[in-house]
């Protein structure tokens, strides 16, 4: 079987679509799939020389839209040898220029077998988007651009995928008219991260060098509204004083992701620097990749992410696979599955909430904190390997 991905980039940077599809990459060439994708980054981009499979990129995009104009070109010439399509993402050309070519190729050639086409929207399908008082504009950009465009790529494709039940529950409450043909709840996984080598922990220090030896709470992810990185810290320094002067203990907090040099960054950068106290148990490194990466889940006491929206969370699963407790707000996706599992702590997205999260867990005892790490990962190997993951996307090939 031969499948293409189309996205408009595979940069890390941008998170979980181009990571999902470099996670699948073992397992699928073990069920005889042979991958390529086709993405609009420039081709000289560093970190497109690291995977296994083809990678044909035609950019640099111009525009917001993302717009690259040998993409409609190189889908035209090549569409046919693949049999099966997956449209990663939306809201950009690239999802347009495959439903316009895969359309026009159907009209003119309606006897010709096509390749199955398939969307998978990563949540951009949330009403979340749409419903944001700070998005009005954007929600009217959108609305406009579904009736006009997304709504036929959606539609007329054969089948999305989601990465959960949630995700799939909350797309049909967001645009009209909405009638895909099939949904299938695929799930999204990782591979297992590597096995802990003290060398993470070398990474990590070298870039936190002030952490060796000191209990701490993590945050990885992008610096963004959307993350409710806002509440964390003004929730932190509330229980951290609270404990403080009542004599207890508190691990420090972790921040780490690109967007310190955005304009919501500075903001927060600005708002600690005005509380010395907090900025010396608060530490904010940029974008933790590799060992340094590892070595922060290995590391860290429990996983934080309050997000205000999550389709997913690959970094949740991460820590879960790192048998590390999750603590999150029930806006990330697969907090049922957390929370039936008994792997961490769910909250509401709200300054209440990520204050409960915070004290809850520092209520909890060694012996129960001991019991949701062997949780968190049972959660991980019964719900997100990606084996499993790889025959739900088999078996949506597969279906008529």
């Known amino acids: 079987m031969h499948l293409l991905h189309v996205i408009s980039s595979m940069d890390p940077v941008n998170g979980g679509p181009s990571q999902g599809i470099r996670n699948l990459d073992l397992a699928m060439r073990n069920e005889g799939v042979v991958r390529e994708v086709v993405c609009l980054d420039p081709p000289d981009s560093s970190y497109l020389s690291k995977d296994e499979f083809t990678i044909h990129a035609l950019g640099p995009w111009r525009s917001q839209w993302r717009y690259s104009s040998k993409l409609i070109p190189w889908l035209y010439a090549n569409v046919n040898r693949f049999d099966i399509i997956i449209i990663n993402g939306l809201w950009a050309y690239h999802s347009y220029a495959a439903w316009k070519v895969l359309h026009e190729l159907k009209n003119k050639f309606p006897a010709k077998k096509m390749p199955k086409v398939l969307v998978m929207p990563h949540g951009m399908l949330d009403p979340y988007f749409q419903r944001t008082k700070e998005r009005w504009l954007k929600a009217i950009r959108n609305w406009v651009y579904w009736k006009l465009i997304e709504g036929s790529v959606v539609n007329d494709a054969d089948g999305l995928l989601f990465t959960c039940q949630t995700e799939l529950l909350l797309a049909r409450e967001t645009f009209v008219p909405y009638h895909p043909k099939k949904e299938y709840n695929a799930g999204y996984g990782i591979k297992p991260p590597p096995g802990y080598h003290h060398s993470m922990s070398d990474a ?197």
């Open 204 to 400: 990590f220090y070298e870039r936190c060098p002030q952490l060796k030896g000191v209990p701490y709470l993590l945050f990885l992810g992008r610096i963004h509204p959307k993350k409710g990185v806002r509440m964390l810290t003004d929730m932190y320094a509330e229980v951290y004083k609270a404990r403080v002067s009542a004599g207890l203990t508190m691990p420090t907090l972790v921040i780490a992701g690109p967007g310190w040099n955005s304009e919501y960054g500075k903001l927060l950068t600005k708002q600690l620097s005005r509380t010395p106290e907090m900025r010396s148990v608060i530490y904010t490194p940029d974008m933790l990749t590799d060992d340094a990466k590892w070595g922060a889940f290995y590391g860290c006491e429990a996983f934080v992410l309050p997000s205000h929206q999550e389709n997913f969370g690959i970094a949740v699963v991460e820590a879960l696979a790192c048998a590390k407790p999750v603590l999150i707000s029930d806006q990330v996706n697969i907090w049922r599955e957390v929370a039936d599992g008994g792997a961490g702590l769910v909250e509401n997205d709200n300054d209440i909430g990520v204050k409960n999260l915070l004290t809850r867990w520092m209520e909890m005892t060694d012996k129960e904190k001991a019991q949701m790490s062997k949780a968190a990962k049972n959660v991980y190997l019964t719900r997100f390997t990606v084996d499993q993951i790889v025959k739900n996307y088999m078996t949506a090939f597969s279906s008529r």
